[in-house]
């Protein structure tokens, strides 16, 4: 494969002291370390993926590093985030970062982008790096990212976690060749996922939970790939996707190949929520805004809004009203909490009753479900809000009519209303 960078000016006597054990590779040697130092790599997202990456781009001396997130540490980031520590708690993630990997290599520059990624700035953002890697755990980034990607023509190292798997692959939309001048075909995250998911079917680490430590090889074989690309050494896994399985300890490898007849990206959607059916967040009503304040109903139903019109959501401040409420004999309803039981643990609203997603989703809990509200109206909740809103959809296709969901789920009870139980 011919090498992605140009090399740097000679290393400097430090420099070779430093990187010495690459010097010794035949593969690498001298010039494969100046053609790291001369190279720029945009890694998006300091979290469980992102945290190996950069620790081993810098340390195997990446001249230049960006980092895009615009989240701050928070302590259940530090089960698998292992480049932030107890003291970065409530810091930004880039800045935390940055000097992590002062501390870890001063030859590194890096470049802060304390800014959420979308169809604004990606393009302006990555005509700046040579390298991509996400680690991102949304549908709508990673086909952001794709397509960005592969209007530049930049190649775009992926991985993905979720509890004891992982998942990474190179997408890249015009390789270059082969050290026998061939070209291999292109391909683009589209190749493997030509259409998303359902919204809800594939949950987030931060609903599913992750093992810390498959981030941990994961990353740091996102790491590998953007050297071999930098210094045209080894395979890539360009049009090969290699999978991991903590538990059975297995790596897997299985082909991606191009879509026949699928029209290169040529500019970015206009709108990447919709495109993967994420909902438009709606604005949340006041406890009072609609219906009987005395009752928490609306004049049509238990959940109307009026004009004869059903409301999907209620806030966290109108389910605590509707709970004291029902604790006086005022109102009269059952709150479901469909995570999952180690979440149950961890967190709740009280006065809940607990049917996972799952088995709403294979109709196992209907029967469940209905002998639990014996008719009344049913209140949906999970951890945010995605998995309650899925119930909700599941519930009234079932025939739950007389039901909402909370927006904002569990965590915004606990900043809201109950900011004494831990945030996960």
Same mark, same amino acid.
Request: proline fraction near 8%; hydrophobic fraction near 35%; avoid cysteine.
């Given at each position: 494969? $011919?090498?992605?960078?140009? *090399?740097?000016?000679?290393?400097?006597?430090?420099?070779? @002291?430093?990187?010495? @054990?690459?010097?010794?590779?035949?593969?690498? +040697? +001298?010039?494969?370390?100046r053609r790291l130092k001369n190279a720029a790599v945009l890694v998006i997202g300091a979290g469980g993926l992102g945290s190996p990456a950069l620790m081993y781009l810098a340390a195997a001396g990446v001249g230049t590093i960006g980092i895009v997130d615009d989240d701050v540490v928070e302590v259940s980031n530090l089960q698998r985030q292992v480049i932030h520590g107890q003291s970065d708690l409530g810091r930004a993630k880039v800045d935390s970062a940055e000097q992590a990997i002062a501390e870890l290599n001063p030859h590194v520059r890096v470049v802060r982008h304390r800014v959420r990624l979308d169809r604004s700035n990606a393009l302006q953002l990555f005509g700046d790096y040579q390298v991509v890697l996400d680690g991102t755990d949304n549908f709508a980034t990673r086909y952001l990212v794709d397509d960005a990607c592969a209007i530049l023509g930049v190649p775009l190292v992926w +991985?993905? !976690?979720l509890r004891f798997d992982g998942q990474v692959s190179v997408f890249w939309s015009a390789p270059l060749p082969n050290a026998d001048g061939v070209r291999p075909e292109p391909v683009t995250y589209r190749d493997l996922h030509p259409t998303p998911p359902p919204p809800g079917s594939v949950p987030s680490c931060a609903e599913g939970g992750v093992l810390g430590v498959v981030c941990a090889a994961i990353g740091s074989v996102m790491a590998t790939e953007a050297v071999k690309l930098i210094c045209g050494i080894g395979e890539p896994l360009l049009g090969r996707l290699t999978i991991f399985d903590a538990l059975a300890m297995s790596w897997r490898t299985i082909r !991606?190949? *191009? $879509?026949?007849?699928? =029209? *290169?990206?040529? /500019?970015?959607?206009p709108d990447y929520d919709a495109f993967c059916g994420v909902p438009a967040e709606s604005?949340?009503?006041? *406890? #009072?805004?609609?219906?009987?304040? %005395?009752?928490?109903?609306?004049?049509?139903?238990? #959940?109307?809004?009026?004009?004869? =019109?059903? %409301?999907?959501? &209620?806030?966290?401040? /109108?389910?605590?009203d509707r709970l004291e409420r029902r604790e006086r004999g005022a109102d009269d309803f059952v709150l479901v909490d469909v995570r999952e039981p180690g979440?149950? =643990?961890?967190?709740? $609203?009280?006065?809940? !009753?607990? &049917?996972?997603?799952? %088995?709403?989703?294979?109709? %196992?809990a209907f029967g469940e479900l209905a002998a639990v509200a014996r008719g009344r109206p049913i209140v949906l909740h999970c951890k945010s809000g995605g998995r309650s809103a899925q119930a909700l959809h599941l519930a009234r296709a079932a025939g739950f009519t007389d039901a909402v969901h909370v927006t904002g789920g569990v965590l915004a009870w606990i900043d809201q209303i109950d900011p004494g139980q831990p945030r996960y």
């Open positions: 494969m $011919i090498a992605l960078v140009e *090399p740097a000016d000679e290393l400097t006597a430090d420099e070779l @002291r430093r990187y010495s @054990r690459h010097v010794l590779l035949p593969e690498l +040697g +001298g010039v494969g370390q +991985g993905s !976690v !991606v190949r *191009p $879509i026949p007849g699928a =029209e *290169p990206v040529k /500019e970015l959607l604005p949340v009503s006041s *406890p #009072n805004s609609t219906g009987d304040e %005395r009752t928490g109903r609306g004049a049509t139903g238990h #959940n109307g809004t009026g004009e004869g =019109e059903t %409301r999907d959501e &209620i806030s966290v401040r /109108e389910l605590a979440e149950w =643990e961890i967190a709740r $609203i009280p006065g809940a !009753v607990l &049917i996972p997603l799952d %088995r709403l989703r294979d109709g %196992r």
